[in-house]
Structures are given as C-alpha cells and as structure tokens.
C-alpha cells in the first residue's frame, strides 16, 4: 500500500483537493470489488496548521502537518486558487513546503503537481532540464521565471524520473488517472474515467487555451508592435512593415519579438488569427470559408492546417464542440 500525502495549504483550490481524494478512494473501492489489496493510504497534510479554510466555504481538518514525522510514498501538490499576479506572496508563505517536497524527493518520495501546483515544484529545482506542464493561462509566466525548466504547454500530463506533472484545470485529473493505471490497472482507470465522465487518454490541452498575447515582458517597442498587429491581423501585414512601425531593422525586430514574447512575429500573427477564428467559430459567425477570409487567409486548406496545429482540432470539429447551442 503506498502511503499518499495530498498537501494542503493556504490559498489552495478546494475542489481540486476533494476531487483529488475521491478518485483516489475510487480506485481503492474498485481494486477491492476485484479481490485487489487496497493500493493508497490517503491522508491530507497542511504546511502550516492542521485545519486550513479554503477559498470557500469549506475548511479541511488534516491529520499531520508537514513538520510531523512521517515517512510518505506520494505527495500531490494542488493547484492554488490565488491570482498568479501574487504568486512570488504564495512562494514566500509556503518556503517551508518546498524545502520539505525536496527533503522527500531525496527520500524517493513520488510527486504528483496538479495544474498550477506546479510552481511549487519548479521553485524546488526538481523540474530543470526536465518536460513540464501546468495550466496555460499560467504557462509564459512559468517559462520566463524558469527557462530551465522544459515546459510542455499543450501536454495534459508529462512524466519524468518520479516526477508527474498534470495540466490546467480538470484535465490535471487525468495525471492521477495515468498515477493509478500505473499503481492499479488500466481497468480501473478506465473505468474511473467513464464514472467521472473524464476523457480518458487525453494528451493535449490546446484546445482550451485562450491566447491573450504574451505581455509579460517590459520592451515598451515590442508591446507596441504587439498592439499594431492586434489591430491589423486582418490585412496583409509583413514583418518587415510591422518592423518599421517600431522603427527597427527586420532583423534587430525577430530578435526582440522572439525575446519577448517566446514567439517569432509569423507565429505571433498566427496565433491571433487562429484566436479570432475560434471565437467566429463558437458564436456561429458565417461558415468555416467565411471566418477563413475574415482573418485574411484566402487558402482554406492552410488555414485549416494551421487552426489544427494550434488548436489539435479541425476547424469543423472545433465550431461543432464548442458553438452557441439555444437550448430547447
């Protein structure tokens, strides 16, 4: 039986911790229907205090603290519930946390980081030179405060040494489904999955992700580039013109844009593109040739390659997951 520590502490996402519990106690109630021992000893462990009170109204008693003695086969970090902006705030409360996930790691502990959990992790230094990922609303934020770390923003789960990594929001669930395949069976999972009604197998989170421009940097002529092609997305902009609205050689430009921003000036164009596409697509605007010559594609073949690059989904797929339904 592997002894799980769910960690909880101040400023955590309380649905993730109570999902976390209960799947976990659904493999074990699974593993005994099938004359299976039971796998996980699972118990909720605070950084600070025993009793922890959530975002909501809901207050977690756990059974040790992180400075008891205990020895623990997994810990699983949640994800916060506190603005990223605050982040460095988070990091500061929890110092202790970290230098103990690190004290464990060295005791051959296993851990699990849930979606934004992930910053606890990346601030131990177990994840340099390692695959990552975590939520993408949290990912540029991630990769410019440690580019050593190998970030993979559209992997649901990645899995290295005894480190698990799980993506943004519920889809981080299906890092624990891969956790008890690997402890239980695939049975099991599978069918914890369907009871959950998880989508099982999932190894992209691309199609969620919301692309807002990438305005975490301080190079006054890049955001005003950045800000031109918003504005001007729909035309036939080059990167030499974009380059000359900001006074720069094409050159000097690809180099600042792509230290910026992660993203070379075609790939930013892209992106905004395919962002206006998928909001055409969700709300029905015209059909798919339509929303194509409204971004300033004329071929819709490459329009279509690139939305599925992006996205992991065809264009029709996409318009027919995700558009406006009027509910009868």
Same mark, same amino acid.
């Given at each position: 039986m592997k002894h799980i520590s769910i960690i909880v502490y101040d400023h955590i996402m309380s649905t993730a911790v109570s999902t976390t519990a209960a799947l976990l106690s659904s493999a074990n109630e699974a593993a005994v229907k099938r004359g299976m021992p039971i796998p996980f000893c699972i118990e909720l462990i605070g950084v600070h205090q025993k009793t922890v009170q959530s975002n909501l109204p809901i207050q977690f008693q756990c059974t040790k603290t992180i400075s008891d003695k205990?020895?623990?086969?997994? /810990?699983?970090?949640?994800?916060?519930?506190?603005?990223?902006?605050?982040?460095? =705030?988070?990091?500061? +409360?929890?110092? %202790?946390? /970290?230098?103990? !996930?690190? +004290? &464990? @790691?060295q005791e051959k502990a296993e851990i699990i980081s849930l979606c934004t959990?992930?910053?606890?992790?990346? #601030?131990?230094?177990?994840?340099?030179?390692?695959?990552?990922?975590?939520?993408?609303?949290?990912? #540029?934020?991630? $990769? &410019?405060? @440690?580019? $050593?770390?190998?970030?993979?923003?559209?992997? =649901?789960?990645?899995?290295? &040494? %005894? !480190?698990?990594?799980?993506?943004?929001?519920?889809?981080?669930?299906? %890092?624990?489904? @891969?956790? /008890? +395949?690997?402890?239980?069976?695939k049975e099991i999972s599978i069918e914890l999955s369907k009871y959950y009604a998880l989508d099982y197998g999932r190894t992209s989170q691309s199609i969620f992700t919301v692309f807002s421009g990438q305005r975490l940097h301080n190079d006054h002529e890049i955001h005003q580039a950045q800000t031109y092609i918003e504005k001007k997305f729909k035309t036939d902009i080059s990167v030499e013109h974009i380059a000359r609205q900001v006074n720069m050689s094409k050159r000097n430009f690809i180099r600042r844009f792509k230290t910026a921003t992660t993203l070379n000036p075609i790939e930013y164009i892209q992106r905004i593109k395919v962002e206006a596409a998928k909001k055409a697509l969700e709300s029905g605007e015209g059909n798919i040739a339509d929303v194509t010559y409204s971004i300033g594609y004329n071929d819709l073949k490459t329009f279509r390659t690139l939305f599925k690059k992006v996205t992991g989904l065809t264009p029709a797929d996409y318009r027919n997951r995700y558009k406006s339904r009027v509910m009868d």
């Open positions: 205990f020895d623990t086969d997994v /810990i699983i970090i949640p994800p916060t519930s506190m603005d990223l902006l605050l982040i460095d =705030v988070l990091l500061k +409360e929890n110092h %202790a946390l /970290i230098d103990w !996930i690190k +004290e &464990k @790691y959990g992930a910053y606890f992790l990346a #601030e131990c230094g177990l994840l340099d030179g390692m695959p990552a990922t975590s939520h993408w609303g949290a990912m #540029e934020d991630l $990769q &410019k405060r @440690y580019p $050593q770390i190998d970030f993979k923003p559209d992997h =649901v789960v990645t899995h290295s &040494k %005894a !480190i698990i990594t799980g993506g943004g929001g519920f889809s981080s669930l299906n %890092a624990l489904l @891969y956790f /008890i +395949e690997k402890n239980c069976s």
